[in-house]
């Protein structure tokens, strides 16, 4: 007997099929030689030694469920904050959590809205549970407080906003996120993603948790990815009004947070040194990179992350995708990001001092030859 085509198959539902999936950062794997891996934003000083040994003891005891809670990582957090713990929702990387509220408030055709660059995954989360992604445009590379309302309608369950934005590195202050707030209804959920907080050094910017402590419907995530050095373990989390948390707990799997990332967590929020050893850096090393880029012709976004967006000249031989082979062909990897539109740009994780040194020395050849 032949079999019926596609009728007979198993079939997603029809958002899943819009979905690009999500290609991470180059990681030069294989390609023999010293590699730099630039690609991901992942930090150069690598995690806390603290949290490394913790996570070395929590192997010990892998026949063991985790607590499901996170009880002592959320304890931990709330200390480090000045947050009620019980508001804290812990996760397999914040990412996890964009999924979670994705699938908790969008139903079939409901909205989200994010800037025009904004991070992909809230694009590939709306998709997954059925709903429809709406991106509104942006200035300047930053995110426009006016077309982002106006892109909401009575469909629009969820705004998300990187605050610094990744791929851009751009930001918005802190008055401009309370008039994106102010100009939602309640029940539509402004999510502010802060994962590059801690680096940013600005007076008007804020990461969201004023915000959330006063409305009832903000949520901040926040990542163990990127200053804390511990992108391996996937480990994130939302400070939210307690209804919201209600519901994460409910969609959420029972232990989503695995034990050793339960114990690297607590250690690493607890060694304050590992994360101004990390600031310290970026602040020399970010504007030293913005300067040698500006020198050699290569115009970079104005960053508050830890990383920069390299725009490439419209000329033969000296796009973008020829930078990025020939960095490659050097041990140099980085980010190439057309799929956020941005083909003519690359976006460059700060590294260590030889990467940063190497990958503009190898720029200004390339854009000498
Ligand atoms: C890296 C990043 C994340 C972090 O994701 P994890 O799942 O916690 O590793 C979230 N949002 C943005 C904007 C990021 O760049």
Redesign the pocket.
Known sequence: MSSTPSASTPQPRDSILEINAYVPGASGEGSGGTVHKLSS?ESPLGPSPQAVAAFRSAAEHLEAYPDGSAHALRTAIGAKYGLDPARIVCAN????L?SLICTAYLGPGDETVYSQHG?L?YKISTLAAGGRPVAAPETDLTANVDAMLAAVTARTRVVFL?NP??PTGTYLPFDEVRRLHAGLPGDTLLVI?A??AEYVRRNDYEAGIELVATARNVVM?R????IYGL?GL???WAYCPEPVADILHRVRGPFNVNAPAIAAGVAAINDSAQVDASVDHNDTWLPWLAGEFAAIGIETAPSVGNFLLLRFPDAEGRRAADANAFLQERGVFIRAVGGYGLPDCLRMTVGTEEANRLTVAALTEFMNR
């Open positions: 934003n990387g914040s990412d996890e964009i991070f995954m990187a934005n990744n993603d994962a590059y995530t990542t163990f990815s990127k992108a996937r480990l994130g």
